[in-house]
Structure formats: structure tokens, C-alpha cells
């Protein structure tokens, strides 16, 4: 039975996007903080943007 994606804002940075994402999918809250990062500066910023939709939509 897959888990369902929640916030985990106690163990977040900022929206407890990350950790969420880390909770739900078993890979490491830091290791998809550095992937947000090199999408952000490497997309153009486009990163942010899916960054605050995840914040305002799940959970």
C-alpha cells in the first residue's frame, strides 16, 4: 500500500516540501533540498514555481 504524500512542516525548512517529498518516496531529505537547489539556479528558477505549488496544494 503506497503512503500518501503529506508536509512534514516539523521536520521542514521552509513549507516542509522536501521532507514530505523525503517521507514519501524513501530517499534523503537533504540529498532533494541540493536537487531544488541545482533545479532552481540550473532551470532559471522554474524549480521555485513547482516548489510553491507543492506547498499550496498538497496537504
Known sequence: M??????????GKLMGVCSGL?????IDR???R???VL?????FGSAIIVYLAIGLIVD
Open 2 to 11: 503506497k503512503q500518501e504524500l503529506h508536509l512534514d512542516k516539523a521536520n
Open 22 to 26: 523525503a517521507n514519501w518516496s524513501g
Open 30 to 32: 537533504n540529498i532533494l
Open 34 to 36: 541540493i536537487i531544488f
Open 39 to 43: 533545479a532552481t539556479i540550473f532551470g
